[in-house]
T-cell receptor
Framework: NAGVTQTPKFRVLKTGQSMTLLCAQD?????MYWYRQDPGMGLRLIHY???????AKGEVPDGYNVSRLKKQNFLLGLESAAPSQTSVYFC???????????FGAGSRLTVL | AQSVAQPEDQVNVAEGNPLTVKCTYS??????LFWYVQYPNRGLQFLLK??????LVKGSYGFEAEFNKSQTSFHLKKPSALVSDSALYFC??????????????FGTGTQLKVEL
């Protein structure tokens, strides 16, 4: 089992460009999450999903959009990247009756 | 609302000595508490959790944590530190009264450095 896989692992963007981060899980988990990690700020929840076709805002949703068209995939989009979105992004998933998150390895995004 | 605090940015310990990484929390209902560890350039890995029951929780790699309701704390401990324990440690909390989605709130992390 691969667990949670994030692509790409690294990306450099120019201000105003768009991109999509892909998260895929093979554990049949209902819940999926996107976090960003910044020095001194820990992990902050961007958006999450409690099932296929559903999404909800987390703590820091502005500037991001998400989609969950298939249960195993959770996409995070940046329509117009800004330097403030330079961060490491983590996807995580868990089952609906469970509490432990399984994390991906992270995607490091730099916006110039 | 749920929140968690890790008061120490960094903890330094000599190998073989006991270690403690501190965590305090705030919730409206009963807490679900977690510790995760992050090694360089890796995702977070689950160490242990407290949901209910015994206040002393044992987890992976010899770590344990004690839930203290009166002090609203959930400190991570290990009797004898190893150099390989050096990593970034995160405490996380979920309020049982939080709405759907099992959303966790993470602390800012504590860098543990174990030296020979």
């Amino acid at each position: 089992n691969a667990g949670v896989t994030q692509t790409p692992k690294f990306r450099v963007l120019k201000t105003g460009q768009s991109m999509t981060l892909l998260c895929a899980q093979d554990m049949n988990h209902e819940y999926m999450y996107w976090y960003r990690q910044d020095p001194g700020m820990g992990l902050r929840l961007i958006h999450y999903s409690v099932g296929e076709g559903t999404t909800a805002k987390g703590e820091v949703p502005d500037g991001y959009n998400v989609s969950r068209l298939k249960k195993q995939n959770f996409l995070l989009g940046l329509e117009s990247a800004a330097p403030s979105q330079t961060s490491v992004y983590f996807c995580a998933s868990t089952g609906s009756g469970a509490n432990v998150l399984t994390f991906g390895a992270g995607s490091r995004l730099t916006v110039l | 609302a749920q929140s968690v605090a890790q008061p120490e940015d960094q903890v330094n310990v000599a190998e073989g000595n006991p270690l403690t990484v501190k965590c305090t929390y705030s919730v409206s209902g009963n807490p679900y508490l977690f510790w995760y560890v992050q090694y360089p350039n890796r995702g977070l890995q689950f160490l242990l959790k407290y949901i209910t029951g015994d206040n002393l929780v044992k987890g992976s790699y010899g770590f344990e944590a004690e839930f203290n309701k009166s002090q609203t704390s959930f400190h991570l401990k290990k009797p004898s530190a190893l150099v390989s324990d050096s990593a970034l440690y995160f405490c996380a909390v979920r309020d049982e009264l939080t709405g759907g989605g099992n959303k966790l709130t993470f602390g800012t992390g504590t860098q543990l450095k174990v030296e020979l």
